[in-house]
């Protein structure tokens, strides 16, 4: 996968579709995850091949950091199944970078 298939493979997809009733998300905080997804995959990006470990996580802790603020700011919206697909998203994308690991990256700074 490329970084660009995976702009192309947000979460925010499914979870539009799978919220029919429009109960859980709205434009609001939708384009809110877009975007910030979209910075942190500009990010990696900009960090060119082979890219230190440390830049990554520093680009890791970021995006984390930022859902954290966006959760509180959109009444904690994201849940249990959002949470595992930011997390899988996050992994496939410092994978594309270049980082192989097995470990919950984003444990660290994680609220949601």
Not at 76 to 95: G, H, K, P, W
Request: hydrophobic letters at 35%.
């Amino acid at each position: 996968m490329s970084f660009e298939e995976l702009r192309k493979n947000k979460p925010t997809i499914q979870w539009v579709e799978n919220d029919e009733d429009n109960e859980f998300f709205n434009e609001e905080n939708i384009n809110a995850t877009n975007q910030v997804l979209d910075s942190f995959i500009n990010s990696l990006e900009k960090l060119g091949a082979n890219p230190p470990e440390a830049e990554i996580m520093k680009i890791v802790k970021d995006v984390v950091i930022k859902f954290n603020e966006l959760n509180e700011q959109h009444d904690y919206y994201i849940e249990t199944m959002e949470r595992e697909d930011l997390c899988e998203f996050i992994d496939t994308a410092v994978s594309i970078a270049g980082l192989e690991t097995d470990d919950d990256i984003t444990e660290e700074w994680r609220e949601w």
